[in-house]
T-cell receptor, first 114, second 109 residues
Framework: NAGVTQTPKFRILKIGQSMTLQCAQDMNHNYMYWYRQDPGMGLKLIYYSVGAGITDKGEVPNGYNVSRSTTEDFPLRLELAAPSQTSVYFC?????????????FGPGTRLTVT | DAKTTQPPSMDCAEGRAANLPCNHSTISGNEYVYWYRQIHSQGPQYIIHGLKNNETNEMASLIITEDRKSSTLILPHATLRDTAVYYCIVHNQGGKLIFGQGTELSVKP
């Protein structure tokens, strides 16, 4: 299994541009998440999904959109990039079976908005 | 989900046990204690979790006090590769994790 994969690894955007961060998992997990991590800080939840067709806001959803059309994929869309969105973005997934909600994280996408 | 309090940083000598404390005084009965670590800007890695009993796996041990208001993560023989930020998280199995600042553990030779 590849686990959780994210593309691209790095990206530089100009203010006002848009882009989609891709996330895919091959573990058949129902739950998927997007986090951002600013320098020296912990991770903050942007959006999450409990299954295909179902998404919900996390702590910091403003400026982002998500969709979940399949179990495997959970893309994150930035419509009008702003310098405040410069961050490292992590995607994660977890199962809902058993007693563990262990989350598996991808390697991250490092985004700079200038 | 209950909040957690961790020391911002700790040092540990290589080969010694690293004991990382966490306070979660407002934890409720259905909330679990989870520990993750993040090595040098990589994605966080799950370590261990527990509800009320002590737990052990190949990576670490988790000791939860009887009143469940605090816990300790123990790395029995710390190596340089255990240098990381360690996050203690309390949640009710609803899937969402709320990350705090964590403890930056430095393992020194």
């Amino acid at each position: 299994n590849a686990g959780v994969t994210q593309t691209p690894k790095f990206r530089i955007l100009k203010i006002g541009q848009s882009m989609t961060l891709q996330c895919a998992q091959d573990m058949n997990h129902n739950y998927m998440y997007w986090y951002r991590q600013d320098p020296g800080m912990g991770l903050k939840l942007i959006y999450y999904s409990v299954g295909a067709g179902i998404t919900d806001k996390g702590e910091v959803p403003n400026g982002y959109n998500v969709s979940r059309s399949t179990t495997e994929d959970f893309p994150l869309r930035l419509e009008l990039a702003a310098p405040s969105q410069t961050s490292v973005y992590f995607c994660a997934s977890s199962t809902t079976s058993g007693s563990s909600y262990e989350q598996y994280f991808g390697p991250g996408t490092r985004l700079t908005v200038t | 989900d209950a909040k957690t309090t961790q020391p911002p940083s700790m040092d540990c000598a290589e080969g010694r046990a690293a004991n990382l404390p966490c306070n979660h005084s407002t934890i409720s009965g259905n909330e679990y204690v989870y520990w993750y670590r993040q090595i040098h800007s990589q994605g966080p890695q799950y370590i261990i979790h527990g509800l009320k009993n002590n737990e052990t796996n190949e990576m670490a041990s988790l000791i939860i006090t009887e009143d469940r208001k605090s816990s300790t993560l123990i790395l029995p023989h710390a190596t340089l590769r255990d240098t990381a930020v360690y996050y203690c998280i309390v949640h009710n199995q609803g899937g969402k994790l709320i990350f705090g600042q964590g403890t930056e553990l430095s393992v020194k030779p």
